[in-house]
C-alpha cells in the first residue's frame, strides 16, 4: 500500500497526478492553441528529471516545458526515443498503438492527451471530461498572462 502524499516528505515516486493537478491550466493551455493551430494531437510535457526526487514537496517549483505535437508527427516523436536507444522497439510500438485509438477519439473540447517525459521515464495520460475545459484554460491563461508567461515561454 502507497502512503498518502505528503507536503513535508515528497510524493513517494508517483509525482504525475500532483504534477499535472498544478499545471493543468498551462497543459490545457497549450492543448487548446495547438488544437485551434493544427487540430488533434497531444501535448508533450518535458519535466525537469529532479521531479522525481523523494525531497521534492509540492511548494517545490519544478522546470518543465510544453509543446503541442499534431497528430502526424507523433509516430516519428516517439519513433526519435527508439532510435536514440531511450526506449525499446516493443515500448515505442505499444506507446504508438495506444496514442492513436486515443487521437483520434478525444473530444478536444473536454479532453488532453498528454505526454509526461522525465528522462528515462515517458508516460501517456488521457485527461478525460476535465471540469475546466481546455478552452477554459486557455482563457484563463489569457487573462492572466503575466503570471503565466514565464512557464510558457522557451
Request: charged share 15%.
Amino acid at each position: 500500500m502507497r502512503p498518502s502524499n505528503s507536503v513535508w516528505q515528497g510524493n513517494f515516486g508517483y509525482w504525475q497526478n500532483s504534477f499535472i493537478h498544478n499545471n493543468l491550466l498551462v497543459i490545457g493551455y497549450t492543448g487548446w492553441q495547438g488544437f485551434q493551430s493544427f487540430g488533434r494531437g497531444v501535448v508533450i510535457c518535458d519535466v525537469d528529471t529532479k521531479v522525481t526526487h523523494p525531497t521534492i514537496t509540492s511548494l517545490d517549483t519544478v522546470p518543465f516545458t510544453l509543446q503541442f505535437l499534431p497528430s502526424d508527427l507523433i509516430r516519428f516523436y516517439l519513433r526519435s526515443f527508439q532510435d536514440c536507444g531511450a526506449i525499446s522497439q516493443s515500448i515505442c510500438s505499444s506507446m504508438i498503438s495506444s496514442i492513436f485509438p486515443a487521437v483520434v477519439t478525444y473530444n478536444p473540447h473536454q479532453d488532453i492527451l498528454l505526454v509526461l517525459k522525465a528522462e528515462p521515464q515517458i508516460e501517456v495520460n488521457f485527461l478525460h471530461q476535465l471540469k475546466i475545459t481546455p478552452a477554459d484554460c486557455y482563457e484563463q491563461v489569457c487573462k492572466r498572462w503575466s503570471e503565466f508567461k514565464p512557464s510558457l515561454m522557451p
